[in-house]
């Protein structure tokens, strides 16, 4: 098993190895992720029963949520990446760090506006302090950090390695503002679903949003699967594998 | 022996370079009174109204004006190349770090902090408010220097590094912000202020055990160029 393990590891860290297996990874987790959407969003959208207090604007959650989830998982994943980059120097490890930026941002950017949009019916306003609200954003500016370092250092180990700081800082900073965001200001409801809890909606309610979160899940990994091997492919760009891979795509 | 000498002399060497140069040391805190007074002029003088958002006039002023000087922390020393040279030094760059912090905040929290209640005046902040806004100035703007060195290693060889450390230092400041200016208002309104000062206390101890190992980190990638 830990040998197993080791030699994965090994594996991840060759970006020629890790560009081949995300090839034949990524169009499983496209179909899965698209079925599951599918499924998900065609469910929660015109079968799944009106809320008795909020109606049809409620349904909105089937993307919201998925996406708030996700921009915050994604930012522990950008963490974790850069930890690993900076204690054992793994290359690939950093190529991820930088692919997950932007997409955790658009994440972020998808939750706030869908967010307002649920909010103008509902609380009658676009937008207020509330504190999940403040915490999303204080989210989005930590991606657009993390994004502005990448843009402004020229040498790309030291933008790596300067992004993964950054990046860990910050994981080290969410709960706590998190938290003290939420001393300061509650209007939200609380959490939709927790872990440890019976969920509180109806399961047909709930079922469908399970699914497009697993849905966008899967579809997350399909975007940073692609953009990382676009990234291999620019960096490895004088390599000898790169060069043929280019060239008998061009013969096709 | 000699690790504690060295630093002593970093820490005697910019000192004295501060007094010698003291106009730059002025700037943060002439920064701090303008941005004050602006909100008068630009919202209304009407002490009443002045009086309910001065504690967040005040700390955001600090908070800006803290930030505004965080150029000042390593910058001079990269240009002339003796940052390098002391990194080169046997003492950790960890303590480095730290005194250099330190020396930061003697040149731009601490004078902020005296100051501040000046500015509570001349923005009618009522009677009860002026002790926690020492005290959370106290206790808030080390953290705020310890957080701000992590953004001034990062950005020190850059050339756009002024427009950078702005978007990477700001969202970490929050939690001192929401607390620090709550204090103050919870001071105005007569209600107890320690639980605020606690919870900044116990960010400044996280902060003095984590943030120095981000920016020595951050310090040594920014030199290895």
């Keep these: 098993m830990w040998s197993a393990l080791k ?49 049809n604007s ?5 993307v919201h949520v998925p996406a708030a989830l996700l921009s915050q998982s994604a930012y522990i994943m950008m963490a974790v990446a850069g930890l690993v980059g900076l204690v054992w120097n793994m290359k690939m490890s950093f190529v991820v760090g930088k692919t997950i930026a932007p997409i955790g941002a658009s994440l972020a950017i998808i939750a706030l506006v869908t967010g307002a949009i649920w909010g103008k019916p509902t609380w009658g306003t676009w937008w207020v302090w509330d504190a999940r609200l403040t915490s999303m954003l204080i989210l989005l500016f930590l991606y657009m950090g993390v ?43 609380p959490a939709t679903i927790t872990l440890t809890k019976k969920p509180t909606m109806a399961p047909e309610m709930f079922i469908p949003l399970v699914l497009t979160i697993i849905g966008l899940y899967c579809w997350f990994a399909v975007w940073v699967f692609a953009r990382t091997r676009n990234e291999i492919l620019w960096r490895e760009r004088r390599t000898k594998w790169v060069k043929s891979l280019l060239n008998t795509g061009a013969n096709h | 022996m000699a690790q504690t000498f060295s630093l002593m002399a970093i820490f005697k060497r910019d000192l004295l370079i501060a007094f010698r140069n003291r106009g730059e040391l002025l700037n943060p805190l002439m920064f701090f009174l303008m941005v004050a007074s602006l ?26 004006a803290t930030l505004l000087s965080l150029d000042l922390m390593f910058k001079s020393d990269f240009e002339d190349g003796s940052l390098e040279q002391m990194l080169l030094q046997p ?56 957080l701000g060195a992590i953004g001034a290693a990062l950005t020190v060889g ?28 919870a001071g105005v309104d007569g209600n107890s202020y320690t639980g605020h000062l606690a919870f900044l206390g116990a960010y400044l101890a996280l902060m003095l055990v984590l943030a120095p190992v981000a920016s020595a980190a951050s310090l040594k990638i920014s030199i290895a160029r």
């Design chain 1, 7 to 55: 030699r994965l590891y090994h594996q991840l860290g060759s970006p020629k190895w890790f560009y081949e297996i995300t090839s034949r990874w990524s169009p499983w987790f496209l179909w899965i992720g698209s079925t599951l959407m599918i499924i998900g969003v065609v469910w929660g959208l015109a079968f799944a029963p009106a809320d008795y207090l909020q109606g």
């Design chain 1, 58 to 62: 409620f349904r909105i959650i089937y």
């Design chain 1, 147 to 189: 994004m502005a370092i990448y843009n402004a250092i020229e040498s790309e180990e030291m933008a790596n390695k300067a992004a993964a700081v950054l990046a860990l800082v910050g994981s080290i900073n969410i709960p706590i503002i998190k938290y003290s965001v939420e001393w300061w200001n509650t209007l939200h409801q």
């Design chain 2, 39 to 64: 909100f008068p002029l630009a919202v209304t003088p009407d002490p009443k109204f002045l009086g309910l958002i001065a504690p967040g006039i005040i700390w955001v002023g600090a908070l800006l």
């Design chain 2, 91 to 146: 003492q950790p760059t960890l303590l480095f770090v730290m005194v250099k912090t330190l020396l930061h905040w003697l040149m731009a929290g601490l004078p902020l902090t005296l100051m501040a209640p000046v500015l509570g005046v001349m923005l009618a902040l009522p009677e009860g408010g002026y002790w926690p806004l020492v005290f959370s100035l106290l206790l808030g703007t080390p953290t705020l220097s310890l």
């Design chain 2, 158 to 185: 850059l050339k756009k590094g002024g427009m950078l450390m702005p978007l990477l230092i700001l969202p970490l400041y929050i939690p001192v912000l929401i607390f620090a200016a709550s204090s103050v208002q």
